[in-house]
């Protein structure tokens, strides 16, 4: 009796064992961190902006406690390595400056991307994470690229801070750069104006995080939702869902074809990729 229990508990331990492993490759069978099979035009001499939060915690506003958050990983370093590879010189920046968090759990082994582990070995863009430029050092209409990355952090300061309402501003209006975002980073677009003074998301297409992804990962604390803030501002928001909106993807070029949003953490590949396209074309 003994020797069977101890093969039974054996098989259970192989077949979790292979589980495991296979995990990975089955949450991206569902729709997590689909690639994006398309050819990078060469960028070499144009430069890419990075922008992040400096929120680390997950917390009800007012409150101090959490469990540690920031950007989410790989809605900044899939976006980063593809401009480097395009050749564009990039540079890194958050509201305040200084370290940039990152969410420890965009690293677990079931969603971290080749990109993630790009970075961890990467001595040259942690140090750039660690000691970001604070925006209002930042001329934004030095840039071919302006890219707000997301992650649960940016829900507490990419959306209040008047500054980066005027650089999203200002590089628009000198009609260089191409402004993307992912995920959360699409609150950093809610203050941004046109010279009329009018919001310059009303009435562009656009798309974020949506509320049921919200609902369905259980994470109402934070402070700002980019679906209903996008709403409010007048955006004509886009989504896709799926059976969890965790496992959709969309991505939306504006008609004007100076915005590309991705809706979550799986628009990071497509979303640096259509962004490049545009700048190729300009």
Not at 260 to 273: D, F, I, K, L, P
């Amino acid at each position: 009796m003994k020797k069977k229990i101890l093969i039974g508990l054996g098989a259970l331990l192989l077949a979790a064992g292979a589980f495991a492993i296979a995990l990975p490759s089955l949450v991206r069978a569902a729709g997590l961190h689909p690639a994006y099979d398309a050819e990078a035009p060469d960028l070499s001499g144009r430069k890419a902006l990075i922008i992040a939060t400096n929120h680390g915690v997950l917390n009800a506003p007012g409150e101090t406690d959490g469990r540690a958050t920031g950007v989410f990983a790989s809605e900044m370093t899939v976006p980063y390595y593809a401009f480097q590879d395009a050749g564009m010189q990039v540079d890194v920046a958050s509201i305040k400056g200084g370290k940039i968090p990152v969410d420890p759990q965009s690293f677990l082994f079931v969603v971290r991307t080749d990109e993630d582990e790009r970075f961890q070995e990467d001595d040259a863009f942690q140090a750039k994470t660690n000691n970001s430029l604070p925006i209002a050092t930042v001329d934004f209409t030095q840039y071919d690229a302006v890219y707000l990355a997301g992650g649960w952090g940016a829900a507490y300061d990419l959306g209040y801070s008047d500054e980066l309402g005027q650089k999203i501003s200002e590089a628009y209006l000198a009609d260089r750069a191409i402004i993307g975002s992912v995920c959360h980073g699409a609150l950093g677009l809610i203050r941004a104006r046109n010279t009329d003074g009018n919001l310059l998301v009303a009435g562009r297409r656009l798309t974020g995080v949506t509320d049921k992804q919200v609902k369905e990962l259980g994470i109402e604390i934070t402070p700002l939702h980019p679906e209903t803030e996008l709403r409010k501002a007048g955006a004509a928001f886009e989504s896709d869902t799926a059976f969890r909106d965790v496992f959709a993807n969309h991505v939306v070029i504006d008609d004007e074809q100076r915005f590309v949003t991705g809706q979550n953490q799986n628009g990071g590949h497509e979303t640096a990729h259509k962004m490049m396209e545009l700048i190729a074309k300009r």
